[in-house]
């Protein structure tokens, strides 16, 4: 036997004989994790969570199959609750569910069966900026317009941002949404839109540039509201949320809904996990962010990759969960809580 042979045959035993690398070789061995999809195929929420289930094995001890799954339902609480309640907790249970996870909670939606604070944080593959957008026939083509105008929208449920910005704006800028809910989500939403049966709805930018680079291109739709507190550079003639409101409270409160886009499209894992098999989760995540092989495949398919770590979301929860109660009653109000 060669020296280099027997060298690799003592780093080969010592790896093997060693307790810890065992012990964390069967955390996933064999085992498949399932991320559930809180939203219908087609969005961005879907788009994320099957290109994490690519390559997130691969990061993995033990190089478990990961698959994804769709759950819907409520705006993307259905998923949420089940991953609070009912989804293993052995670190085979994975969720992508709606960026306002915690602003749903603070405001009482009666949708919420969890409590925000304790799920545990896997980790952001990006952040979003969901996006209003009108079909190119409807009257109204800007928020202004929207305050003249009533414009039919579809929407995908309470927690969802396509229901509950227009219903927000309703009541604090004095626009004219009507709007449609009970679509799964805004793959729905858009084919009722380009069907006729409404005007408008919301998805993510990220879902519109990649699956509907045509309309964008033919001008069949136009972008009038991006929930986020500045401008996309992406969207320069789109108002953004943050500039909406007629006085400090109601600036406070259009600025919560349009801070949800640092958590983005982030993944949970349910209370309770265990803290070994969390913890491969975390370094996994962030090190499958890193992947050549991922981010050459995110570039081609247009979508973007900004990460954050599982206590960054952690942090960023508990804060929108502090958010004060005058604001928090303000919003109950309006949606009737």
Known sequence: MTPIMRTLCCV????????????SE???AHKTITI?????????YDLYGRMVARFLGRHLPGNPNVVATNMPGAGTLKAANYIYSVAPKDGTALGIVTETLALEQAVANPGVLYDAAKFNWVGRIASSNNVHLQWMTSKVQSIDDAKKYETTVAAAGAGNLSEVIPNLLNKLIGTKFKVITGYPASAEGMLAMERGEVEGTATSWAALKVGKAT??????????LQDVPTRSPELPDATALGELGDNPADKQ?????ASGGAIG????????????????????????????????????????LEPMPGEALHEATLKTLATPDDVKAKARAIFGR
């Open 12 to 23: 080969a035993l010592t790896f093997a004989a060693s307790p810890a690398f065992a012990q």
């Open 26 to 28: 069967a955390l996933f």
């Open 36 to 44: 559930n999809i809180g939203n219908t195929s087609g969005g961005s």
């Open 215 to 224: 309309w964008l291109r033919e001008k069949k739709i136009k972008v009038i």
């Open 253 to 257: 409160l259009l600025g919560l809904y």
């Open 265 to 304: 499209r982030a993944f949970i894992a349910p209370p309770g996990t265990n803290p070994a098999a969390m913890k491969a989760l975390q370094d996994g995540f962030m090190e499958m962010t890193g992947d050549p092989e991922m981010i050459a495949e995110m570039a081609k398919e247009s979508l973007d």
